[in-house]
């Protein structure tokens, strides 16, 4: 029996909630997202929308026949992330809008933190840290690389150990319908760093709260090759981002930068010793810790995801058009896109 579709009035006074999610291609992560989703304790969980970009696989075929009628099935013609993300807001029928991955396993109670964060904070989004779930020893050394300092930074969404605060963005996000809709949506230009975009103008709107009580687990990547792609996808949207939004920049996100300058500069060689000095220090940590095999992966994902994320950024830099300044997609959520065009790669949702 499909839940009641409204505001504060259904179920005991709780406020109606969205998920949803952009997919492509996701049949092997699929099943366990919608699990969790729909195992949650939030009691007023009134639709799961799902904006499939043009799967392939058995994607469609896992919504479509998913037992819980609140699954419903959308199309996102333009099959980037940021545009499913907007086909699901501008059909969304809740009060607040959690947004899901189909690569990540939700606590139970996930949903009913993110809503209580909201309410007690004040803050235009919220969200938890974002944590990893890996087995094999190949997973483990990506997993290990995307969390440690060397490779992802001090931002603090990448902590395991992080504190209640207001923060510069989160992972992943729930907000209520009105502010997002009221800030435009997300900018369709982002993919890959359309939640930090958006992040970004909710500071003005009320604030980033991450709660480390919203919890959940993303599915690491498993290859150099995915793991290059997916970071040079993050340094090419972040140096769309800093176009958009100058003030934005911190100083993490120049490290990458800095370390390209220091390669290319008079002084190449020690920079190289250096950095060669800090991934075998922190590959050799990996071993302590896990073994020669997540060691090995360790050093050869930090070197892949610093390269990466160094040839997007500059791709970012010196592409021609840079993206409309302001808001996000322009208009209503359901537009998005009107006026300006995805940045220019191989279309993927992750």
């Known amino acids: 029996m499909k839940a009641e579709i409204g505001g504060e009035h259904a179920a005991g006074g709780l406020p109606a909630v969205t998920v949803g999610l952009p997919v492509l291609n996701e049949e092997t992560h699929l099943p366990t997202c919608l699990e969790a989703v729909i195992g949650q304790s939030y009691a007023n969980i009134v639709e799961v929308l799902v904006a499939d970009g043009g799967s392939t696989d058995l994607t469609r075929d896992i919504v479509e ?3 819980d009628d609140r699954v419903r099935l959308l199309e996102n013609p333009r099959r980037i992330r940021p545009a499913g993300l907007n086909v699901c807001i501008a059909a969304a029928k809740g009060e607040i809008f959690v947004r899901v991955d189909a690569r990540t396993k939700l606590a139970p109670d ?3 933190r993110c809503v209580a964060a909201l309410e007690r904070t004040g803050a235009a989004m919220v969200g938890g840290p974002m944590r990893f779930s890996a087995t094999s020893a190949a997973e483990r050394g990506v997993q290990a690389a995307m969390s ?3 490779g992802a930074g001090p931002a603090q969404f990448r902590r395991e150990a992080a504190q209640g605060a207001f923060v510069d963005t989160v992972y992943l996000g729930a907000y209520r319908l009105e502010t997002i809709r009221r800030l435009g949506g997300y900018d369709e230009w982002f993919g890959g760093n359309e939640d ?3 992040a970004w103008r909710a500071q003005q709107a009320g604030g980033v709260y991450l709660d480390p009580d919203v919890r959940s687990t993303y599915a690491v990547r498993e290859g150099l090759g995915p793991l290059w792609r997916q970071f040079r996808r993050y340094g090419r949207a972040r140096a769309v981002t800093m176009r958009k939004h100058p003030s934005s920049v911190s100083a993490r996100q120049l490290a990458v930068p800095a370390l390209v300058a220091g390669v290319l500069s008079p002084w ?3 920079v190289v010793a250096c ?3 800090a991934v075998a220090g922190r590959a050799l940590l990996g071993v302590l810790q896990d073994g020669p095999a997540v ?5 050869m994902s930090l070197p892949t995801m610093h390269a990466g994320w160094a040839v997007g950024f500059f791709e970012g830099m010196t592409q021609r058009s840079a993206p409309p300044a302001g808001g996000g997609s322009g208009g209503e959520a359901g537009d998005a896109g009107a006026d300006c065009q995805p940045l220019p790669a191989t279309p993927d949702l992750h």
Request: proline letters at 9%; aromatic letters at 14%.
């Open 148 to 150: 440690s300092r060397i």
């Open 275 to 277: 950095y060669a000095a």
């Open 196 to 198: 930090a975009e958006l």
């Open 295 to 299: 060691g090995a992966v360790l050093a």
């Open 65 to 67: 026949d998913w037992p």
């Open 268 to 270: 190449r060689r020690p």
């Open 110 to 112: 996930y949903v009913e």
